[in-house]
């Protein structure tokens, strides 16, 4: 018999395969039921009064690989633990052939300690002697633990492949009132985790490597029994049927062999028929009910109108994904309403450039903005112009006033081809595009903004920037859209980079719907007309710039200044020059009017030579941006560099010195510069400006404005730079400041202190009362 049995394994070797078992559980919910349960168990946290000891099975069966993933679990279940001496304690017990207590419940009273700790634990390896570990617990209790009136919870994490018995030791323990989880891991054996688990099986048996679905099964079967209300306001714990499945490998009978076998006669053999084994993979099935906690996430009230398909991004927020033309609100609401009082004037490219089919795109683009903007309570007149070499007007400003009809005289509109005379068609619109509502500025009451939307695809065969500078000195607003390959026309055109809308293919035109009605609503004149600021311009004169060169920048500094209220209550400009030496043109304080700060500007000097910006802005903290020379305290300063590169190396410290100081400065970088050096100077990329050419530079003056007018409206410290003179520290007291003086006086210590009786010496300086006065009167009590 025995020898059969060797043949019967034999045959079983060569012809069965065996394979490894693995475990799936399976939770019968859909895919946004599941991401709602892994969301609900970051938000579940439990801080009641509470002994938790995991139990880590440590046997060579789990392995170590999986015991790190027991250890992972236990951390991730920490996260939600309010561990305090008083709240939550946790323990750690390893298990294998003979159970080891890792730390007890009293040892660590912080969540980063127990994690640390548990970080730590090393696999010890062994056999599975799980019955073991619960008469431990029986024999020594929860060690660390408090008296009975906590409720004590056991987490064993175990593959269930226990070598002795654990039935009777589990009962035992749950009649103490220890709630035990059974959580397996690796390849479990389900019956006896459902063994060691208390009452309903189903809530105390969990899967660890499905790591928030098992963290929010525990803790919504805790927020179920009261022990702790885990789960966030407006959550519900929800039955779920799920399956728990091995995949095992049994042996089947699939037929018969001839087999031989020795007998007692002499040269006699014996010959039978043989079963032949095959080994068969079949699913061992556990059906259950899982218990697990859902949350109510933003995108359940279906927040995403008009087909918009509602994206959950992390816990409580969201984006929608809207069709075009309804993407310009978070909700994909039915319009982008035109809600600023605003004269729109749409002008469309119908050259032969274009072509028919670019036409009939940017007509289609308007539609669908009108569609999507424009309503009957909208305060916004439109009209629509087309040109090619003439200029035909289609819609007259404010014709129509409901979107229909204004849609149906769109229809009208033909493609004309023609050259491309942008340049003329610009001042066509600005003398004749908005009609009577232009006259209407006769009156005293406001005008709306008159906004020009340039939609153009391809480039002008005409100038066009004496027409865009004579529409906007007019007082239109210049809005570019067309491909990519035309920004630099168009940023010519509008005069400022950030009125420019490009477009890489038509698809993505249609996209750029809520960009313009954002654009259009946006709008305001640029300049500082009430911001009080201390400007200084520090103009490179080098030999690299050259003197043709120099004369752009004194032109760009001249059309800036006129943006703004020059005199001594709002805004002061100062004037340096470097290149062989640095000289301050004209001082902060020197100029009160704008006629004569024109007239200054025009009579800075060309340097030559080489320049050093390093010692430029030294120049500026040093005898510039100083109260001695001009400088308000409780004004916002700023430095405005505009220089081609070269000689900025030494200029990171400098700048930085400035902008300690409280003086924003601004880089303004012609022709091709080094970006990283720039940017290392600027500090920012929000305080660098590059432009392609000299020529380019009087496109930018708006978006330069912008930028210190932004600067303008920071709130400002009253002590940078310090207001008092000689040493004096300056100090902040209750929105306001005072100078501490060392051997002077006065508010800002200009006073020498002159000891005894003698007399003031001769020529000693004076600073006058109106100049004390002034200072006390209005700037003592500038907020900071």
């Known amino acids: 018999m025995s020898l ?182 690796r390849f479990p054996r389900w019956t006896e ?15 660890a490597e499905h790591v928030d679905d098992a963290t929010n099964g525990l803790y919504s079967t805790l927020s179920s029994l009261a022990i702790c209300n885990a789960t966030a306001p407006g959550c519900r714990v929800e039955p779920h049927l799920c399956e728990r499945k091995t995949l095992e490998t049994i042996r089947e009978v699939t037929g018969n062999s001839m087999c031989w076998r020795g007998s007692k006669k002499t040269k006699a053999v014996f010959s039978s028929l043989c079963p032949f084994y095959s080994w068969k993979k079949v699913f061992i099935t556990h059906p259950a009910t899982c218990y697990r906690t859902v949350c109510p996430d933003p995108c359940d009230s279906q927040p995403c109108q008009n087909g918009g398909t509602c994206v959950l991004e992390g816990l409580d927020k969201y984006h929608c994904v809207c069709p075009i033309g309804f993407g310009g609100e978070a909700n994909c609401a039915p319009t982008l309403s035109l809600e600023c009082t605003v004269n729109l004037l749409f002008l469309l490219d119908s050259s032969s450039g274009t072509t028919l089919e670019g036409f009939l795109q940017a007509k289609a683009f308007l539609k669908r903005f009108v569609q999507a903007v424009v309503s009957m309570d909208s305060p916004a007149n439109v009209a629509v112009a087309q040109y090619s070499k003439e200029v035909e007007i289609s819609v007259q400003m404010g014709e129509y006033q409901d979107v229909p009809s204004l849609v149906k005289s769109l229809d009208g509109m033909h493609f004309t081809g023609g050259p491309t005379l942008t340049g003329r068609a610009l001042e066509h619109v600005a003398n004749n595009g908005f009609g009577d509502i232009l006259s209407f500025g006769e009156t005293h009451v406001p005008q709306p903004p008159q906004v020009v939307v340039l939609l153009t695809d391809s480039k002008p065969q005409d ?240 978006l330069f404005i912008e930028r210190i007018c932004e600067e303008a409206k920071r709130p400002v410290n009253l002590c940078k730079p310090s207001p008092c003179m000689n040493d004096g520290i300056c100090i902040l007291q209750n929105g306001s400041y005072r100078c501490e003086c060392r051997g002077w006086e006065g508010p800002h210590c200009e006073n020498r202190i002159l000891r005894g009786d003698s007399p003031r010496p001769h020529g000693l300086p004076q600073y006058s009362s109106n100049w004390q006065q002034r200072y006390q009167s209005r700037h003592l009590q500038l907020g900071s």
């Open 4 to 185: 059969i049995l060797f043949l019967e394994a034999i045959c079983i070797f060569l012809f069965g395969k065996v394979l490894p078992s693995f475990t799936v559980q399976e939770l019968h919910a859909n895919q946004e039921t599941i991401v709602k349960i892994s969301s609900a168990s970051q938000l579940m946290q439990c801080s009641a009064a509470l002994d938790v000891l995991f139990a880590l099975d440590g046997s060579h069966s789990i392995g170590k690989g999986s015991f790190e993933k027991s250890k992972y679990f236990a951390i991730k279940m920490c996260d939600a633990l309010a561990i305090y001496p008083d709240r939550v304690r946790v323990g750690i017990l390893q298990f294998s052939s003979v159970p080891q207590l890792e730390f007890p419940l009293d040892s660590f009273f912080t969540r980063e300690e127990v994690k640390e700790k548990i970080k730590k634990i090393v696999f010890k390896g062994g056999s599975t002697e799980t019955g073991l570990a619960l008469k431990y617990l029986l024999r020594k209790g929860f060690p660390g633990g408090r008296n009975s009136s906590v409720p004590q919870l056991l987490i064993i994490v175990t593959d269930g492949k226990s070598q002795g018995n654990i039935a009777l030791p589990a009962n035992q323990l749950k009649e103490r009132g220890v709630m035990v989880f059974a959580v397996g891991v």
């Open 463 to 702: 100038l066009v920037a004496g027409p865009a500078r004579y529409a906007r000195d007019r007082g239109l607003f210049l809005i570019g859209v067309g491909s990519e390959f035309l920004r630099a026309e168009l940023e010519e055109i509008t005069g400022n980079p950030k009125q420019v809308i490009t477009y890489s293919n038509p698809q993505d035109l249609f996209n750029k719907i809520p960009e313009l009605q954002k654009r259009i609503c946006s709008l305001q004149r640029p300049g500082c007309q009430s911001q009080s600021l201390d400007l200084v311009f520090l103009l490179d004169a080098s030999a690299t710039v050259g003197q043709e060169n120099f004369m752009k920048l004194q032109s760009f500094v001249r059309g800036s200044s006129l943006q703004f209220n020059i005199n001594r209550d709002v805004t002061q400009i100062g004037l340096v020059v470097y290149g062989s030496r640095v000289q301050t043109t004209f001082g902060l304080d020197a100029h009160l009017t704008s006629s004569s700060l024109l007239q200054a500007i025009n009579q800075a000097p060309y340097m030559d030579g080489a320049g050093s910006t390093g010692s430029a802005l030294l120049h500026v903290y040093e005898e510039v941006m100083t109260v001695q020379k001009g400088a308000r305290p409780g004004v916002s300063k700023a430095v405005v560099v505009i220089t081609e590169g070269t000689g900025t190396e030494d200029a990171v410290v400098p700048a930085q010195k400035l902008r300690n100081n409280g003086i924003s400065v601004l880089v303004i970088a012609v022709g091709p510069v080094l970006k990283e050096t720039l940017l290392r100077f600027a500090g920012s990329p929000d305080f660098l400006i590059h432009v392609a050419s000299y020529e380019d530079l009087k496109n930018y003056q708006d």
């Open 193 to 207: 985790l459902h063994t060691l688990a208390s009452e309903p099986k189903d809530q105390y048996v969990l899967f």
